[in-house]
């Protein structure tokens, strides 16, 4: 199995993400919306879209190990975030970058989106996060 990231020449660069994902394998891997709680459903880091990005994804990771995955598998990500505006990217950043190392997560990033919301299922939830991954 393999992913293969790419971001074609004529399509805007630079971005914190990789434009396309090409891979081969027959297992796909569907993590559910992960959010910045721990494990005994205790919400981590109210209040501070840096630290649940981080925590959302540390979470996305477990997912995907327990299927046998990793980010290395992942094609794609979807992001949603609450009361989205653009001057929150440096916070939403931060948070993928305080964690990308420890969690095997590469920079540029698999293709991603990142989806404004008005509101997630719990009000202290800032980010949600969604990944799809194929492995053989």
Known sequence: MGVQLHSPQGMMQPVPY????????????????QVSRDEAGQP?????????????????????????AGF???????????????????DFMAGVDDVAQEIGLPQPMP??????????????????VEATAVTD
């Not at 990789?18 to 919306?33: F, I, K």
């Not at 981590?44 to 046998?68: E, F, H, I, K, Y």
């Not at 290395?72 to 440096?90: A, K, M």
């Open 111 to 128: 293709p991603a989106s990142l989806i404004g919301v008005a509101y997630l299922f719990e009000p202290d939830v800032l980010v949600e």
């Open 18 to 33: 990789h434009h396309v994902a090409v891979a081969s394998g027959s297992r796909h891997v569907h993590v559910a919306g």
């Open 44 to 68: 981590v880091a109210p209040g501070d879209l840096r630290g649940q990005v981080s925590q959302a994804l540390r979470n996305t990771a477990r997912g995907l190990a327990g299927a046998g």
């Open 72 to 90: 290395r598998d992942v094609v794609r990500l979807t992001f949603y975030v609450t009361n989205w505006s653009p001057d929150r990217i440096g």
